[in-house]
């Protein structure tokens, strides 16, 4: 006699096959269709008023009543399965998924920051969030507070203690590993600190950016954080096909970002929840692949004479404070391998215009090999003082690792190493000048 389902719990790489979806809502279609649709039939008129008094908020739901579809801008039958399918990676309540990650995250600050408030944020962060925490949030009276990795161990709270920082802070931002050195962030010790400013009228948020290591090797919501937002362009569409992004945490919050979601109107449309569906279905063998080949490519460059350092968690060494943040937080070293050429720009430029297999493109996590210069394309917006500061240096090239076999790839990084070997000797330099 066959089991019923219920009596076993799956894994989420099995349930992203089948989760939310039942076949005969679509004539049998094994695989959710794509909903093309603006606009849902209500059965009755008061049907549709019950829909939209709670999708305006005016009631609470009723036990086990569930929103009914009412307009593509508020629920669609792709987004919906999508966001239920998501949530099951971080054991999240809620799911929101948008057009791109950058409206993912500037919902998310624009519904929990308001005039007055401060923010704080690690650093470096991804080029496009620092540019709209330092240039476009000002303009609306809201204050963004870097802080550098480990100041939130003791220093981050001391700087908050300061003046009326800390009355004001209301949310904790955090990209963790950092993009583009790798940095590990604390999120525990960070929440220990929204902890510790907020109080009865007043919350802090804590909201880790984990696209470099979700949704397969962190789960920042089991360590305290309130959001974790995600550029799903990157792992979780994973063939640099799509844009999209998305926002998960419980269900008080989520409510929260989907109204303001609604009336900005940068939900990702049904064809976009579609493409997420089936890249879910491969995200964990995509992503084992991307990892086991980004330990080869980073212990070969940790060896060749022409690196001056590699930034990959793999490397952290043990005994060390941030490997046991590391071990704490991730059960994986990532994909996503950083590192310093001897030199400067130029012998970076000439290193990556010498790739062949592996393409001079930015963005990351998707099935093809990428390299690029953060420096000078995505952190390019940052201040040249913070450039600096974060160690986004001249010399810096950033590798996304991608499924090809990794001994292909290990070869073209030693040609365009070659390649610039060439190049300095022709120029009577040497590969330490």
């Not at 590699?310 to 943040?325: D, F, H, M, Q, S």
Request: proline residues 4%.
């Amino acid at each position: 006699m066959k089991k019923k389902m219920k009596d076993h719990k799956l894994q989420p790489e099995s349930l992203m096959m089948s989760h939310g979806y039942r076949p005969e809502w679509s004539e049998g279609a094994i695989k959710c269709p794509i909903f093309l649709t603006s606009t849902f039939v209500f059965k009755t008129a008061e049907e549709g008023k019950a829909f939209f008094e709670l999708a305006y908020g005016k009631r609470e739901k009723a036990p086990n009543e569930e929103l009914g579809l009412i307009y593509s801008r508020i629920n669609n039958p792709d987004l919906e399965i999508l966001e239920d399918r998501l949530c099951l990676w971080d054991e999240a309540d809620g799911c929101a998924v948008f057009e791109s990650g950058m409206s993912a995250i500037t919902t998310v600050l624009l519904e929990f920051l308001s005039p007055g408030d401060v923010v704080a944020y690690s650093t470096p962060v991804y080029g496009g969030t620092d540019h709209f925490l330092n240039h476009f949030l000002p303009k609306y009276g809201i204050h963004a507070l870097p802080f550098r990795p480990g100041e939130e161990k003791e220093d981050l709270q001391k700087k908050l203690s300061t003046g009326d920082l800390g009355k004001k802070l209301k949310m904790i931002f955090l990209e963790t590993p950092a993009n583009p050195t790798n940095t590990i962030i604390d999120i525990q010790a960070c929440k220990r600190i929204a902890d510790i400013f907020s109080n009865d009228e007043k919350k802090v948020f804590l909201t880790v950016d984990n696209t470099y290591m979700g949704p397969l090797w962190s789960h920042p919501l089991k360590h305290g954080a309130d959001l974790v937002v995600y550029s799903a362009t990157k792992y979780i569409g994973g063939h640099s096909d799509i844009i999209a992004g998305a926002v998960l945490g419980n269900g008080e919050v989520i409510t929260r970002v989907k109204t303001l979601r609604t009336f900005l109107g940068n939900m990702a449309g049904p064809y976009t929840g579609w493409l997420l569906m089936r890249s879910l279905e491969t995200l964990k063998i995509r992503m084992e692949q991307q990892q086991a080949n980004a330990v080869k490519v980073a212990e070969y460059l940790n060896d060749h004479p022409m690196v001056k350092n590699v930034r990959y968690p793999g490397l952290i060494k043990e005994g060390t404070e941030a490997y046991e943040v590391f071990k704490k937080q991730y059960s994986g070293t990532g994909a996503m391998v950083s590192f310093e050429i001897h030199g400067g720009e130029q012998e970076a430029f000439e290193f990556l215009n010498s790739l062949n297999l592996i393409q001079l493109a930015v963005s990351l996590g998707s099935t093809e090999s990428l390299a690029q210069h953060p420096k000078t394309m995505t952190h390019a917006g940052l201040d040249p003082d913070h450039q600096e500061e974060f160690g986004i240096s001249d010399a810096l090239v950033r590798l996304s690792i991608g499924v090809e076999n990794y001994k292909d790839l290990i070869w073209d990084i030693d040609q365009a190493f070659q390649a610039v070997e060439e190049f300095l000797k022709s120029n009577g330099r040497n590969i330490n000048a």
